[in-house]
């Protein structure tokens, strides 16, 4: 075993998950969320280690894989490869496409080990403070989770505020937690436990988008250019160390904060390249800088949206959210409590991010090859694939047809709000924190009496983070009337 913390069963489910995951990757259309979604029921007979290890390496590998179909094809493989896209196809069109892939899995590398060693020092730190919040700090952090996605979702934050609702509301059906009476169950025995939260976020986000990508009648891409390893690019770890660096930081910080995610770290660490470059005109023309802070920030960015979800048990970004969702089928409750009470799962958690941020590199690049030749795989057998896995995984996990129903079902409403511009992100955050918002709200009514408004008063830190949920609402609004004002100026 390594260090005690993980072993052969863990680093084999880590190997799959990122071999599986770049490939997930670099399928334009598909990305690390619906892998990380299909990837949750097979989970199910895992040891809580063993399950994060494969979740991480979908990860990991998904936000790497893009930088791939960025670079040969000019299709951003993910919408966070889309800065990466700007610097690396000019290169490969200017026949440099070796040097751009190889620069990417380097500045990948280097932002995963950042990102991990960063999560390993931050996250005890920030649940030592955590672990002494009660009812009222730990609603309003879950409602500053829920608000954050709901309100930086693109588009209309009314659009987002609805779907975040929707979760909450579907989040309330099964049992009552505090009288154990059955509630919104439809009459039916079958949902006393609630929705089964691998059947809608299948649904939701596998069938949606192969439902999406059958309309948009795709038939797959073709890239015939041969493809190798430039081990000269590996002297830009010492050349251009700084701008790995700046760049591993910033998507660092813009990780921790709940609902930001990879696009907006790629391209603030992209424009703060070309700020600090000698020659700015090179960008968007393969700079070579501009490969690597995109690479890198997107890559620390998984390291640092791990932070709250572990710490706090507010979800970085919706990949997070997912992933906590398979912690808490294990019976494992990510938040400061779990840095006492599952010790052993954190530590493999933190072993394997690391272990999946050192392979990234060897694993990249020695089957970068086989990568690019999947782009040769015709669309309509993907997706025949992809639903397949959906149907199977979905029925494992209870062998319930309903639970075939409910993936149906959340299917086709996730590709209506697709189609009419609905996020399904705040959904999941929505079902996700839907429990944690009602629990400890009524737990902190109880602890009030009849002074719940006094209550919360009182409690200084719960006020601030209010103050935080009401800002972060208030912030897309001001800005939308901002722009709205320059505009007509």
């Known amino acids: 075993e390594l260090g005690g913390l993980v072993g052969l069963a863990q680093v084999g489910a880590l190997l799959i998950g990122l071999v599986l995951g770049i490939i997930v990757g670099v399928l334009p259309g598909l990305g690390p969320l619906l892998g990380v979604t299909l990837a949750i029921p097979f989970t199910f007979h895992m040891d809580p280690v063993s399950s994060i290890a494969l979740l991480i390496g979908f990860y990991q590998g998904g936000s790497y894989g893009g930088a791939v179909t960025a670079t040969v094809l000019g299709i951003p493989g993910t919408p966070i490869a889309a800065a990466t896209l700007l610097d690396a196809h000019p290169m490969a ?58 309100s930086l979702s693109q588009g209309s934050t009314l659009k987002g505020l609805l779907s975040g609702l929707f979760g909450l509301m579907c989040a309330t059906i099964g049992t009552d937690p505090f009288t154990g009476i059955a509630r919104f169950n439809f009459d039916r025995t079958e949902f006393s436990g609630g929705l089964t939260f691998v059947a809608l976020l299948v649904g939701l986000f596998a069938i949606s988008e192969v439902l999406m990508q059958v309309e948009r009648s795709l038939r797959g891409w073709q890239a015939s250019e041969r493809i190798g390893v430039a081990f000269s690019m590996f002297r830009t770890l010492v050349s251009r160390f700084f701008g790995y660096l700046r760049a591993s930081m910033v998507g660092v910080g813009i990780g921790i904060i709940p609902a930001v995610g990879g696009v907006t770290s790629a391209f603030l660490a992209y424009k703060l390249a070309r700020d600090f470059s000698k020659e700015p005109e090179r960008f968007g023309k393969g700079a070579p800088e501009g490969v690597i802070a995109s690479e890198a920030a997107n890559s620390a960015t998984t390291g640092g949206a791990l932070i709250p979800m572990l710490a706090l048990g507010i979800p970085g970004d919706p990949i997070v959210a997912v992933m906590m969702g398979g912690l808490l089928i294990h019976g494992v409750t990510p938040g400061p409590m779990l840095f006492f009470t599952n010790l052993d799962v954190l530590n493999g958690i933190f072993a394997t991010f690391l272990i999946g941020a050192m392979l990234l590199l060897p694993l990249g690049l020695a089957l970068l090859p086989l990568f690019v030749r999947v782009l040769r795989v015709p669309l309509d057998y ?22 075939l129903w409910i993936m149906w079902l959340f299917g086709i409403v996730g590709y209506a709000m697709r189609k009419a511009g609905f996020p399904l992100a705040p959904l999941v955050i929505g079902f996700v924190l839907g429990p944690i918002v009602e629990v400890n709200l009524r737990r902190a009514a109880t602890l009030a009496s009849s002074d719940l408004t006094g209550y919360f008063l009182g409690r200084p830190i719960a006020l601030g983070i209010l103050v935080l949920v009401l800002l972060a609402l208030a912030f897309p609004m001001l800005r939308a009337l901002w722009q709205r004002r320059a505009g007509n100026s």
């Open 93 to 150: 069109l200017a026949g440099r496409s070796s040097e751009a892939v190889t620069l990417a899995t380097l500045a990948s590398w280097v932002g995963g080990l950042i990102g991990g060693t960063v999560l390993l020092f931050t996250a005890p730190a920030l649940a030592k403070i955590a672990v002494r919040f009660g009812p009222a700090e730990t609603f309003a952090l879950a409602a500053l989770g829920l608000t954050a996605i709901a």
């Open 382 to 403: 993907m997706l025949a694939g992809v639903l397949l896995l959906a149907i199977f995984g979905t029925f494992a996990v209870q062998r319930q047809t309903l639970d």
